[in-house]
T-cell receptor, first 121, second 113 residues
Framework: GAVVSQHPSWVICKSGTSVKIECRSLDFQATTMFWYRQFPKQSLMLMATSNEGSKATYEQGVEKDKFLINHASLTLSTLTVTSAHPEDSSFYIC?????????????????FGPGTRLTVL | AQSVTQLGSHVSVSEGALVLLRCNYSSSVPPYLFWYVQYPNQGLQLLLKYTSAATLVKGINGFEAEFKKSETSFHLTKPSAHMSDAAEYFCAVSDQAGTALIFGKGTTLSVSS
């Protein structure tokens, strides 16, 4: 239980194009999802908190017009990198907050997706 | 503000040896503490978490961690390393259950035969 998927797992795009990354909680509903980015050999940095049905909350220094987040349902959040540039190349990881006690998995814990590697040429 | 410091960016052990990965935290409120493991090009898998219950927390794959408030530490241990334990390990803290995590810089564990 408590499985989170991301699609695509990797994407290569040209500079100036937009890329959409999906994060899905497969077997539970998540009112809150988080988006992180990870540069090579570095830790995860929180980009934004996504709440179902409301606007995302962005961390300081993250451009909300560049990284568009939509959390339209209880199982899906999307991150769109608009007008991507090579410096946006990174590993993007989402997590979903499990609040239900329906699973043996730990509640009130974040479960992470497998990540999406974005390369902008 | 909360923060996490992982001492040692790289730890090497022999198969069968004790694994000790160090984590110290800073928090103005009782913290929620987590250890996650990341294999190459994959997401993070929860190993264990501390949420103010027992100070010794047992996790998956034989790992455990002890919360020591006086030392502001949450070190991760495993009595006997296995080759499959080689991975990146992250310690993380949050101030409330289910809120965004602050991660340490990670520790790469290498296991040699």
């Amino acid at each position: 239980g408590a499985v989170v998927s991301q699609h695509p797992s990797w994407v290569i795009c040209k500079s100036g194009t937009s890329v959409k990354i999906e994060c899905r909680s497969l077997d539970f509903q998540a009112t809150t999802m988080f988006w992180y980015r990870q540069f090579p050999k570095q830790s995860l940095m929180l980009m934004a908190t996504s709440n179902e049905g409301s606007k995302a909350t962005y961390e300081q220094g993250v451009e909300k017009d560049k990284f568009l987040i939509n959390h339209a349902s209880l199982t899906l959040s999307t991150l769109t990198v608009t007008s991507a540039h090579p410096e946006d190349s990174s590993f993007y990881i989402c997590s979903a907050r499990l609040t239900s006690a329906a699973f043996s998995a730990s509640t009130d814990t974040q479960y992470f997706g497998p990540g999406t590697r974005l390369t902008v040429l | 503000a909360q923060s996490v410091t992982q001492l040692g960016s790289h730890v090497s052990v022999s198969e069968g040896a004790l694994v000790l990965l160090r984590c110290n935290y800073s928090s103005s409120v009782p913290p929620y503490l987590f250890w996650y493991v990341q294999y190459p090009n994959q997401g993070l898998q929860l190993l264990l978490k501390y949420t103010s219950a027992a100070t010794l927390v047992k996790g998956i794959n034989g790992f455990e961690a002890e919360f020591k408030k006086s030392e502001t530490s949450f070190h991760l241990t495993k009595p006997s390393a296995h080759m499959s334990d080689a991975a990146e390990y992250f310690c993380a803290v949050s101030d409330q259950a289910g809120t965004a995590l602050i991660f340490g810089k990670g520790t790469t564990l290498s296991v040699s035969s």
